[in-house]
C-alpha cells in the first residue's frame, strides 16, 4: 500500500508542476514570462540534483524509475511544446537556447564548486558537508553528462515529431501525444546507445521507459485541454523536417535583426505619433479612451494624456454633420465628420475627424484622427459674412441708383403737375365745388408721391443735406415729441443719453426723420404685445454700446472711439432671418397693404449711409428687435468730410 502512495504521490506532483506551469504562461501577458522561464530553469536544474541523488519510486514489482527525469523533467518538455504551438519557432528556439546556456553554466559552477571543495584554504574544505557536496555535484555532473545529448534531442525532436503528424491532419491530442511517444523512444535509443558506449547495462522496457511513456500520456492529454480552452494553434500549413530544422538553426541571426529593426520603427512610430499635429485616440467600441497622443492631451485641457485614459470620449463631442455617423457604432469603413468639443475643453475647439476600425488580437477598436480647424472655420465664416454683407451692399447701391434716377425724373413730373394746378385754378378759377375737391385730391397725391420721391432720393443719397454739428439728446427728444400722444399711448419709454457721447455731424432733419421711422416701426412691431410695450432710446460712444462694434468692409479701419451709436429697441415680435437679409430694399415691407410704402428703412439704410454710418441689427422671432446705428463724432466727419 505505502508503494501505491508514494506512485500516487509522484504523479500528483507531475500534475501539480504542469499545473503551474501552464497557469505561469497563461498569464503572461499580465505578468510577462520572466516568472515562466524561471520556473523552468529551477525546474531543469532541481530534475537534476534529484537525478544525482538517485531518487526513485517503484512501478511494478522490481520496476522502478527515477523522479527528476520523469516527474520534473518531462513537464518542461510539455511546457516547451506549449510554447512552440502558441508562439511559433522563435520562441521555442529561444527556450531550447537558454536550456542550453544554462547546462553550460550548471556544468561550469559545479566544478568550481567541486575545486572549493577540495581547496585548503576554504572553511568548508573537510568534514561530511565537503564531502557531501562534493558528491552531489560530482554524480549530478555523471547524469547531466549521461542524459545531456538525449534531453537536447527531445527538446528538438519534440516540435518536428508534433508538425510532422499535424501535416497528416491528425487530431490535436494524437498531435501532442504521439509527439511525446515518438520523443521518448528516440531519446531512449539515444540513451541506450550512449549507455552501451561507455559500457552500461541498460534494458529498453525498464522502469523509466514504462513511467516515462505512462506520464506523456498523462501530460498530452492535460497538454491538450490547456490548448482547447486557453491558447490558440498558431501553426498553419505544411512543414518538412529540414524546414523546421533550418527555421530551428538558420533563422535566429536573421530574426534577430528582424526584431532589431521591428524596435526601431516601433521607436519611430512613437515619436511620430507623439509629436503629431493632429489628435489620435484609440477607442474602443463604446468610446472609452485606450491611448491618446500628447496633441489630443493637449485639446482636451489635460497636461498628461494618460489622464484621458478610460474616459468616455463621445459625451465630449457634438456633431456639426448629422447623419453622417453614429457615434457609439462601429462603421464598416472610414468616415469623416466634424465636431465640436464641450466646455471642458481650454477653448471652442472644431474638428475634421476620420474614424476609422481596426482589428488587433482579435477585436475591434477604433481610432480617431483630428484635425484642429478651428481657425479655418472662423475664417470661411468671417469671408461668408464678409461676402454676404459686400453683395448686399452692392445689391442695395445698384438698387439705389436706380431709385435715384427714377425719383429725380419722377420728381420733375410730379413738380410740373402742381405747376399746371396751379396755372389751372389761376386762369380758370373753377365755379364748381365739385372741380374744386378734385383738384384739391389730385394736389394732395402729387405731395404724397413727391414725399415719396424725396424717401427714394434719401435711400439713393442723392437728398439735399444741411450737415452741422449736433447734440444727439435734443434730436432724439425732438422726434419722441413728433411721435405724438396717440402713438405714445401705453408705451413704456426708456431715454438714455450717457454724458461723454459728444456730437454728431448731420443733418437734422433727415437724423430726425431716421430715428421717426425706426420708431414706428418698433412700435407698429409691439402692437399685438399681450404685457407691456417697451420702446428703448439709447446714446453713447461706440465702445459701449450694447452690439459689438462690427464695421462694414467699406469702413473696416473704423474705431470705436470715432463713432457714437443710438440704438432704438423694442420687445415686439422680431424678425425672422430671410426677413432680415430683404429689410432694408425699397418697397419691401411686411405690413398689411396700404399700411407701409416699404420705404421707410430703405430711407433709413440711405441717409445712415450718407452720413458715413452704418447701422448694426439684432433680432429673432419673438425676442424683438435691436437697431443700432454707428455715426462718426463730429470732428472725425468733419475731417472726413474735408
Not at 3 to 21: D, N, P, R, S, W
Not at 97 to 122: A, D, K, Q, S
Not at 216 to 233: C, G, N, Q
Request: glycine share 8%; aromatic share 8%; proline share 5%.
Amino acid at each position: 500500500m505505502e508503494y501505491l502512495h508514494a506512485l500516487l504521490l509522484t504523479f500528483l506532483e507531475l500534475t501539480f508542476i504542469f499545473v503551474g506551469l501552464a497557469l505561469l504562461y497563461s498569464q503572461r501577458r499580465a505578468i510577462g514570462k520572466a516568472p515562466f522561464f524561471m520556473s523552468l530553469g529551477l525546474l531543469l536544474l532541481f530534475s537534476h540534483f534529484i537525478g544525482a541523488a538517485d531518487l526513485r519510486v517503484t512501478l511494478i514489482g522490481t520496476l522502478d524509475f527515477q523522479v527528476g527525469n520523469t516527474i520534473i523533467f518531462l513537464p518542461i518538455l510539455a511546457a516547451l511544446l506549449m510554447v512552440y504551438i502558441t508562439e511559433g519557432t522563435l520562441a521555442a528556439q529561444r527556450t531550447i537556447i537558454g536550456i542550453v546556456v544554462l547546462y553550460g553554466l550548471y556544468l561550469y559552477i559545479g566544478e568550481i564548486t567541486r575545486l572549493e571543495c577540495n581547496w585548503l584554504g576554504f572553511s568548508i574544505t573537510s568534514g561530511l558537508p565537503a564531502a557531501a557536496l562534493d558528491h552531489l555535484l560530482g554524480e549530478s555532473r555523471n547524469s547531466m553528462n549521461l542524459v545531456a545529448l538525449s534531453h537536447l534531442l527531445d527538446l528538438f525532436v519534440l516540435p518536428i515529431a508534433y508538425t510532422r503528424l499535424k501535416n497528416f491532419g491528425l487530431n490535436r491530442f494524437f498531435c501532442v501525444c504521439g509527439g511525446f511517444l515518438v520523443t521518448q523512444l528516440i531519446g531512449t535509443a539515444l540513451f541506450l546507445g550512449i549507455a552501451t558506449a561507455i559500457g552500461l547495462e541498460r534494458t529498453v522496457l525498464d522502469g523509466n521507459f514504462i513511467a516515462r511513456l505512462i506520464a506523456s500520456v498523462w501530460l498530452a492529454v492535460m497538454t491538450t485541454i490547456y490548448l482547447e480552452k486557453l491558447e490558440v494553434d498558431i501553426r498553419s500549413g505544411e512543414k518538412s523536417p529540414l524546414d523546421i530544422l533550418f527555421a530551428f538553426i538558420g533563422s535566429y541571426g536573421r530574426s534577430k535583426e528582424l526584431e532589431a529593426n521591428l524596435r526601431e520603427w516601433e521607436d519611430r512610430y512613437r515619436m511620430v505619433l507623439e509629436n503629431a499635429g493632429e489628435l489620435i485616440i484609440m477607442l474602443n467600441p463604446a468610446g472609452r479612451i485606450i491611448d491618446a497622443n500628447i496633441a489630443a492631451g493637449k485639446l482636451l485641457g489635460v497636461e498628461n494624456p494618460a489622464q484621458l485614459i478610460n474616459q468616455l470620449l463621445y459625451p465630449r463631442i457634438r456633431l456639426l454633420d448629422s447623419g453622417i455617423v453614429h457615434l457609439g457604432s462601429v462603421p464598416e469603413q472610414p468616415v469623416q465628420f466634424r465636431c465640436v468639443l464641450d466646455e471642458k475643453s481650454p477653448r471652442r475647439i472644431v474638428l475634421s475627424c476620420t474614424l476609422s476600425p481596426i482589428r488587433m488580437r482579435g477585436q475591434i477598436l477604433l481610432v480617431l484622427i483630428g484635425r484642429d480647424i478651428t481657425e479655418e472655420t472662423r475664417l470661411a465664416e468671417e469671408k461668408a459674412r464678409l461676402s454676404e454683407q459686400l453683395a448686399h451692399s452692392q445689391r442695395i447701391e445698384a438698387l439705389g441708383m436706380l431709385a435715384g434716377g427714377i425719383a429725380h425724373d419722377f420728381n420733375n413730373y410730379i413738380h410740373a403737375i402742381l405747376g399746371h394746378i396751379d396755372v389751372i385754378t389761376l386762369l380758370h378759377p373753377p365755379e364748381d365745388p365739385e372741380v374744386t375737391r378734385h383738384l384739391e385730391k389730385v394736389t394732395t397725391i402729387a405731395e404724397q408721391a413727391g414725399h415719396l420721391t424725396s424717401q427714394l432720393l434719401g435711400f439713393a443719397r442723392k437728398g439735399k443735406y444741411q450737415v452741422v454739428d449736433l447734440d444727439i439728446q435734443p434730436v432724439i427728444e425732438n422726434s419722441l415729441a413728433l411721435l405724438g400722444p396717440r402713438k405714445r399711448q401705453d408705451l413704456e419709454i426708456s431715454l438714455h443719453v450717457l454724458p461723454q457721447v459728444g456730437k454728431v455731424r448731420a443733418d437734422t432733419l433727415q437724423l430726425q426723420q431716421v430715428l421717426l421711422n425706426l420708431m414706428i416701426n418698433a412700435i407698429d412691431a409691439m402692437e399685438n404685445n399681450t404685457g407691456e410695450k417697451r420702446l428703448t432710446l439709447f446714446a453713447g460712444p461706440a465702445s459701449e454700446a450694447p452690439l459689438p462694434f462690427t464695421p462694414p468692409p467699406e469702413h473696416a479701419d473704423a474705431k470705436p472711439s470715432d463713432y457714437v451709436f443710438i440704438q432704438v429697441a423694442d420687445n415686439g415680435c422680431g424678425m425672422s432671418e430671410a426677413i432680415r437679409r430683404k429689410l432694408f430694399e425699397p418697397f419691401f415691407t411686411t405690413k398689411p397693404v396700404g399700411r407701409g410704402t416699404g420705404m421707410g428703412l430703405a430711407m433709413v439704410y440711405g441717409t445712415v449711409t450718407n452720413h458715413q454710418g452704418w447701422i448694426q441689427l439684432e433680432t429673432a422671432p419673438g425676442k424683438g428687435s435691436n437697431f443700432c446705428l454707428f455715426l462718426p463724432r463730429a470732428r472725425y466727419g468733419r475731417k472726413k468730410s474735408e
